[in-house]
């Protein structure tokens, strides 16, 4: 027997930590913040900045990148720009986010005995040693801000240090604004703010395509099985879910040994990573819903992301006849599609021009799911018997 095939030969390159080189349909956003940082820094003059957006939305890789392509422009007139990175999410105070910057610039100061003005004293004189335009940037700021901080403000007035400047980017899920005091709220005019869309199901296409070519052996996915990732995806715009879905559907496939990601693998991560149906679940359905699910179930069992609703159709009038049951009239089964994916088990796709639907069923392994439901109907067969 050959060794299994290795799929995710950079499997670092889906960790949320790592930075892309290219972030599709952030590119404008990127432009834009690229070119008002660069002509605000080239005059000696800060540039503040609140970006917001939902999980997952690319507000931290898009401020990263910022950061980043900022660092290596080179002189933004006198001097460089240098960024500092600081997560918010468990130093919720203003002084142990101090504290996280001055060890940026090569300060360690006990944790008490210094109040924050003094702190930010230190701080200036530690950046005084290296001239820059300083980027200081707080991700996951809500609960920082929400408790009343001194440091946005000390931050964003602190205009000049002697030596460049210090630019503020506040980042979070939710509009910062109605929190902060007022003159920090002037800081975050119009041109200041940015808010970014939840993804939707195309741009997540591209994204994973993108990331999928750095992370994946080349030829072990294909264009219909990312689409499929994004249609599960796209109901929370999140990439993070969507590249999570893509790093265990590939493992599941080197698990099982295949060389290629296949359509199974994808349900077989969406059904770990958020199970939706449980075998209870499936106690609920009528015997109609669970026909035609099985019929969609033995369908992708076979192959495939999704199946045409005709084919379907025709494979559930020959399931019908294998379990003896009566046939049953075109706009029942139609019923019970849409019923269906209204319980969140099917999705529907409106096919080109509108000739046949494509039905698609993410939650959980096919072959597991013909399983389940076959013992189901098997047992109502019984009763009825
Ligand atoms: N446009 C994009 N192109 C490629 N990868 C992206 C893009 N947007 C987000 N990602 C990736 O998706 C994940 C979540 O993005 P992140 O910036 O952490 O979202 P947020 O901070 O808004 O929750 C990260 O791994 C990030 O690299
Ligand atoms: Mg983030």
């Not at 900045?49 to 898009?62: D, I, R």
């Not at 000390?154 to 899920?173: D, P, Q, Y």
Request: hydrophobic letters at 45%; a positive charge; aromatic letters at 4%.
């Amino acid at each position: 027997m050959t060794p299994p095939t290795r799929i995710l030969l950079r499997e670092e390159t889906l960790d949320p930590s790592f930075l892309p080189p290219k972030l599709p349909h952030r590119e404008p956003e990127l432009a834009l913040l690229l070119k008002r940082y660069r002509e605000a820094l080239a005059r000696g003059v800060p540039f503040h900045l609140l970006l917001t957006g939902g999980v997952g939305s690319g507000k931290t890789a898009l401020a990263r990148r910022l950061a980043a392509d900022l660092e290596r422009a080179g002189r933004l007139g006198e001097y460089p720009a240098q960024a500092t990175y600081v997560n918010c999410w468990r130093r919720a105070s203003d002084r142990t986010v101090m504290l996280d910057l001055l060890r940026s610039v090569g300060v360690s100061l006990p944790d008490r005995g210094y109040s924050l003005s003094e702190m930010l004293d230190v701080f200036e004189q530690g950046i005084r040693r290296t001239p820059a335009h300083h980027l200081v940037l707080l991700d996951e700021a809500s609960a920082l801000v929400k408790q009343g901080t001194k440091l946005v403000y000390l931050l964003s007035r602190s205009r000049e240090v002697g030596l460049g400047s210090i630019s503020l980017v506040l980042i979070a899920a939710e509009d910062l604004l109605p929190y902060l005091d007022a003159p920090s709220r002037s800081s975050f005019g119009v041109t200041h703010r940015l808010a970014l869309a939840p993804y939707g199901r195309a741009a997540l296409a591209d994204i994973l395509v993108s990331r999928a070519e750095l992370a994946l052996r080349g030829g072990s996915f294909d264009r219909d099985l990312l689409d499929q990732i994004a249609r599960v995806a796209a109901p929370g715009g999140d990439a993070r879910f969507a590249l999570e879905l893509l790093a265990n559907a590939a493992r599941a496939a080197e698990d099982a040994g295949a060389e290629a990601l296949a359509a199974e693998h994808v349900r077989r991560a969406k059904g770990s990573i958020l199970p939706t149906v449980t075998e209870s679940q499936l106690e609920t359905l009528s015997t109609n819903q669970l026909g035609v699910l099985l019929a969609i179930a033995r369908s992708l069992k076979r192959r495939g992301t999704s199946v045409p609703s005709q084919k379907l159709r025709a494979a559930h009038a020959a399931l019908l006849e294998e379990l003896g049951g009566p046939t049953m009239s075109r706009t029942t089964f139609w019923r019970t599609l849409k019923e269906l994916e209204r319980d969140g088990l099917v999705s529907l796709d409106a096919g080109a021009s509108g000739e046949s639907s494509q039905v698609a069923m993410d939650e959980l392994p096919a072959s597991f799911l013909a399983t389940l439901l076959e013992e189901r109907l098997g047992r109502a067969g019984g009763r009825k018997a």
